[in-house]
Every structure is written in structure tokens, then in C-alpha cells.
């Protein structure tokens, strides 16, 4: 399942090779998730580490920061994962090499070290959401992860439908 609000030509779409292909619908949390079990698992994802930074910044009008809200709501779930379609390096590099035109980046007032200590205070603040830095494998990553999550909840099901 893939989220109504993703922007169209960008994201991810699973073909009937890998599943039963993609639907597109409203999540309540998350940008992906599998149906049937989108009340316990979620994917979100940042293409890149300026999107990441971007969502730390943002705030809603109650003042609590866009990408806490989302760790926050992913918490409810069994299965939760932020990927990262950067790597650490890119994250540490950051605004180096992260896209932003010459003329925006004096604007900046982050770096990659400012990254990193939101990075580590979110994995401590946040245990149950498995933040995976994925590079260009984003794509690859999300599949193999809703391969296993599959597979778990399937034996599962089997196994209690046995006793």
C-alpha cells in the first residue's frame, strides 16, 4: 500500500513481480505499508538527507516538530521503520553534495553533526521505529523488509491457527 499523499512520479511502486503490486490509498501512518496490515506496520521515507532535514525543521502549528510527530504516531505500531535514502556519509557531509542551489546554502543554519545528534536522540526517544540508512537500495530495502514482515505475520497466523 502506498500512501495517497506520496507525490505522484516519485516513491516507490511494487510490480505484481514482487506482490501483488501496489494500491494507492490514505495511511493514517506511514508512506508504505502491506495491506491488511497497515494498523501494525509502516514504512516512511525520506528520499534524501535534505528531505530528512527538512522534516526536522518543519513545525506544525502546535509548535511540535513534522518528523517527531511522525515517530511519534509509528510508535503505536508493532513494526515501524524510517529509511533513509542517504547514507551516514551523506549525512555527516551535509549541506556538502545534498542538492541545495549555492545561493540557498549561506541560509542554512544545519549541518551534518546537528543531523547526527537528531539521528541518535530519535533512535533513543523512539525505540520501536528502525531508522535504516539504505542509500540508493531505499527500493530494495522496503521490499526486503515487507518480505520478512510477511512472512512473520503468516507464520504467525498459522501457527496460532494450529493450536
Known amino acids: 500500500v502506498r500512501d495517497s499523499r506520496e507525490k505522484v512520479g516519485e516513491g516507490w511502486t511494487f510490480s505484481e ?11 493514517e501512518i506511514g508512506d508504505y505499508s502491506i495491506q491488511g496490515y497497515e494498523d501494525i506496520f509502516a514504512i516512511e521515507r525520506k528520499r534524501n538527507v535534505y528531505e530528512f532535514c527538512s522534516s526536522i525543521l518543519a513545525r506544525h502549528k502546535d509548535g511540535v516538530r513534522h518528523m517527531e510527530s511522525q515517530l511519534e504516531r509509528m510508535q503505536t ?5 524510517l529509511i533513509l535514502e542517504c547514507t551516514l556519509d551523506e549525512l555527516f557531509d551535509f549541506p ?14 544545519f549541518n551534518g553533526n546537528v543531523l547526527m545528534k537528531y ?20 527500493f530494495r530495502a522496503a521490499l526486503s523488509i515487507m518480505k520478512r514482515i510477511d512472512e512473520l505475520l503468516k507464520f504467525e497466523h498459522r501457527k496460532a491457527k494450529a493450536k
Do not use: M, W
Not at 17 to 27: A, M, S
Not at 77 to 81: D, P, Q, T
Not at 96 to 109: A, C, D, N, Q
Open 77 to 81: 505500531l508493532r513494526f515501524s521503520y
Open 119 to 138: 539521528y541518535a536522540a530519535y533512535t533513543q526517544k523512539y525505540p520501536k521505529t528502525q531508522i535504516v540508512f539504505a542509500g540508493r537500495n531505499g
Open 17 to 27: 513481480d514482487y506482490c501483488g503490486g501496489t494500491i494507492t490509498k490514505g495511511l
Open 96 to 109: 556538502i553534495g545534498s542538492g541545495i542551489p549555492k545561493s540557498k546554502l549561506e541560509k542554512i543554519h
